[in-house]
């Protein structure tokens, strides 16, 4: 049964850093696109950034690019997000899925997320 843990979320002030982790389990970690989602208070969860099996192409939602980077270790089944600059916006709940930006919204194995709070 596919499992996702996600863990390093905490309450940061605008400007600061956050690295995000995913452990996998329960399937071919090392052969799926990964992605990265978050949901914010009262809204519908969104599209953050998406990863290849191999690592080697990555693409953001426009509201992150340059400022995250998503990367992954298959060795270890985990998947990351570098989180820089942080804005009160970036505020939410995070998940990670082996989905990409079309194609999450039929997902149904999400984990519990980690809370990222930034404050202004």
């Known amino acids: 049964q596919a499992q996702l843990v996600e863990s390093g979320g905490r309450l940061v002030q605008a400007g600061g850093s956050l690295k995000l982790s995913c452990v996998a389990s329960?399937?071919?970690?090392?052969?799926?696109?990964m992605g990265w989602f978050r949901q914010a208070p009262g809204k519908e969860r969104e599209f953050v950034a998406a990863?290849?099996?191999?690592?080697?192409?990555?693409y953001y939602s426009d509201s992150v690019k340059g400022r995250f980077t998503i990367s992954r270790d298959n060795a270890k089944n985990t998947l990351y997000l570098q989180m820089n600059s942080l804005k009160f916006e970036d505020t939410g709940v995070y998940y990670c899925?082996?989905?990409?930006?079309?194609?999450?919204?039929?997902?149904?194995?999400w984990g519990q997320g980690t809370q990222v709070t930034v404050s202004s």
């Open positions: 329960g399937w071919n970690f090392g052969h799926s696109i």
């Open positions: 990863i290849n099996w191999g690592g080697g192409s990555s």
């Open positions: 899925a082996p989905r990409s930006r079309v194609d999450y919204r039929d997902f149904r194995s």
